[in-house]
């Protein structure tokens, strides 16, 4: 038929008419041949591939239609497969009767999946030191290639992992079969990922050197940021051989640049100010470690939640009397326009107002009130997730790399402020009210000590 020659219908009746026009003749097996010989011919010829178009619309609506609905139930649907995954006969069969394909985990790749998100989470690895360190451990692509950045971006950007598939705006429940990454990991490599797009404090841009606060250490004086520079020089060692001895500090360089303008020291020895700092974060992860912290945190967040609903179910008390009150009223006026009241109608027409004025201030308060009580009740389950992490990195902290301690108090230590002396004031990012007095317990023995300390939370 002619719509094969196309469908579109701003294009195809003009190829047409152009073929005959140039002494082509068009025929079709079924609808024979295509002649303008009149005006009517030109109106048939345009009108059937608007048709066509319609039709073609309509078919790729249906065909998206059913792939989602494939995808949400959990079924391949084609494309690319992703790394980690292969495909296999499971039994499932299509319209026509035809078994087809289904996504299963290729248990060799899937463990470098694995160490791929371990690396970028707990070690804070990017991209490009993960290629590095693939190429380095000889792992490589099926075709033998390396992983090239844009690679193991995508992987960690894949839904697949957790088990859900995905296919444009449809996805799957998850589906444990599938499954890789644990969502909690998952979504942990997402906000690392966002907040070293942003620049965000919380994760180290990069990992690279031996200092544990690059990216969240700052000048108490001038509250710029401090930065690692590094110094070396030659010295004969005890072999009598030469080495270079390399030395780390952290610098403040609006110190060095403004002299005078900020009274704090140019810069701090990395050994020794970390080293502080890492006896602050193992002070406070054993105090939480050996706290009953969960039960705690438990109880604060069901008083808070009962304190929050106590002022919800008040002002909505207060709202609904007023309310009646108001319909008393308004009852009233009736009354008296039918003369049946004693009741003045100047006097009724205030209560009615003021009425009115206290329902709307009654209704701002309820609404406030529910607010706060579904706030509670969202950040309850965030808390608790929250102490659970830290009392894993607690748990982990002693035994852990370098460079997963690095990532575990760039996320538990949200800035450190140092001033002359080493005095020093860290801010935790931490929420709940156990650790809070944590840390104020470790202020007043930190006003003690030297160097002194100042926590907040």
């Not at 303008?261 to 470690?289: A, F, H, M, P, T």
């Not at 509670?376 to 389950?381: F, T, V």
Request: glycine fraction near 6%; charge should be neutral.
């Amino acid at each position: 038929m002619f719509d094969r020659l196309g469908r579109r219908d701003d294009e195809t009746p003009f190829v047409v008419e152009w073929f005959v026009k140039n002494g082509i003749e068009v025929w079709s097996a079924v609808e024979g041949e295509q002649r303008f010989d009149n005006h009517v011919d030109k109106l048939l010829n345009y009108i059937r591939y608007w048709q066509a178009s319609g039709e073609s619309i309509k078919t790729s609506v249906r065909t998206k239609t059913r792939l989602e609905q494939l995808t949400e139930s959990g079924c391949y649907t084609g494309g690319s497969i992703p790394y980690g995954y292969q495909l296999d006969k499971r039994g499932r069969m299509n319209k026509r009767n035809r078994e087809v394909f289904d996504l299963v985990i290729d248990e060799d790749a899937a463990k470098i999946i694995q160490l791929i998100f371990d690396k970028y989470v707990f070690e804070g690895f990017g991209a490009q030191r993960l290629c590095r360190y693939l190429t380095e451990m000889n792992i490589r692509k099926p075709d033998g290639s390396n992983f090239p950045n844009t690679s193991i971006n995508r992987i960690i950007k894949n839904p697949i992992y957790t088990g859900v598939i995905r296919n444009g705006e449809a996805r799957s429940d998850v589906i444990p079969e599938l499954q890789i990454i644990d969502p909690e990991t998952f979504e942990r490599a997402q906000k690392i990922m966002a907040d070293r797009t942003t620049h965000h404090a919380e994760t180290p841009l990069n990992l690279k050197g031996q200092s544990l606060l690059v990216g969240n250490i700052y000048c108490g004086h001038c509250r710029n940021r401090l930065t690692l520079t590094t110094s070396g020089r030659k010295r004969i060692n005890k072999h009598g051989e030469l080495v270079r001895e390399v030395r780390a500090r952290y610098q403040c360089h609006y110190n060095v640049r403004h002299p005078g303008e900020c009274d704090g020291q140019s810069g701090y020895g990395v050994k020794k100010l970390d080293g502080i700092v890492e006896q602050i974060v193992r002070y406070q992860l054993s105090r939480i470690s050996a706290a009953s912290g969960a039960e705690i945190v438990a109880k604060q967040n069901e008083k808070a939640i009962e304190l929050a609903k106590a002022r919800y179910n008040v002002a909505s008390t207060q709202l609904a009397d007023k309310q009646k009150e108001l319909a008393d009223y308004q009852a009233e006026t009736i009354k008296v326009i039918r003369g049946e009241s004693r009741l003045d109608i100047d006097l009724l027409n205030d209560l009615v107002s003021k009425a009115k004025q206290e329902i709307q201030s009654l209704t701002a308060t309820v609404d406030a009130a529910k607010l706060e009580f579904e706030q509670h009740l969202a950040s309850s389950d965030v808390e608790m997730q929250e102490y659970e992490r830290i009392k894993s990195w607690a748990d982990l902290y002693d035994t852990c790399t370098f460079y997963e301690k690095k990532m575990i108090i760039s996320q538990f230590i949200k800035s450190v402020y140092v001033y002359r002396d080493y005095t020093l004031e860290i801010e935790f990012n931490v929420s709940f009210e156990d650790f809070k007095t944590m840390a104020t317990e470790c202020q007043e023995q930190g006003r003690n000590k030297d160097p002194l300390v100042y926590v907040t939370a």
